[in-house]
């Protein structure tokens, strides 16, 4: 399991705020961004709760950083660490001004718990091979870091009837109690293996139809990959469950899990 990071910005100077790969803002004669801002790895200590550190960040005038203070501390010194190693290495937008000052929070998040009853902390080889088997090839993220919301998934569904997805699903997946009307969302976390599936069972054009999204990722951000399977009788049915499978709206990336330690 891994810890979402979610990252905002808010300006001691106009301006200053992330900076999107070739932002016109960034002056000619700077060099240009190596990479997308990157998130902070994973640290070790487990949280419990979301946990915030607040950050000022001097700027020159490409936008690089430089000095750091961690003006708002999460308690958890490993925290404060990581995202403070991760800034330098963020780029924004400068202000028209010159040098300058941007404060950012940065926001750590539980991670996701286990659903499947009784389910041990998963040992580090179940990682690793959980780790190996999200890995997808890269998928075009736009400046706003979403990529489209429907992406297929070609791993096989375990079970090949939705009475059989069901009937695993309210063994070892929670239902959440947001599910929009007409749908039933389920979420089944074991370790780095996350999925959301979303039965739909009345009030749709299509029923009954699911749909599982697995959590993937392609070394620089995560998202979901998509498998659906439709048993509607009626003539038509499932060909408007595909178009509306192909019509999701976009998704917003998060940051991917970190590399897990080599086997010794």
Known sequence: MFAALCIAGS?????????DEGAPAIPTDCPPPSQRPRPPAQPRPDIKEPKTVVLVIALDRCGQA??????????IAALDEAASEAARSWRFNPSPEGPSRVRVPVEFLPRQESTVPGAAEPSLDKLRAQYQAMQVARVAARADRTVEGFIPDP????????????????REAKLQPDSPPGTRVYVRADGLDITQWTLFDEGWAFVPALIRQRLVSDGGNAFMLSRGLCEAKRAGE????????RSMPRQETRPPPPPLPPES
């Open 11 to 19: 300006a001691l100077a106009p301006g200053s705020v992330l900076a």
């Open 66 to 75: 430089g000095e750091i203070v961690v003006e708002q501390g999460s308690g």
């Open 155 to 170: 791993q096989p569904l375990a079970h090949e009837t939705i009475a059989a997805s069901l009937a695993m699903l309210e």
């Open 238 to 245: 499932c060909a408007r469950f595909e178009d509306f499978m």
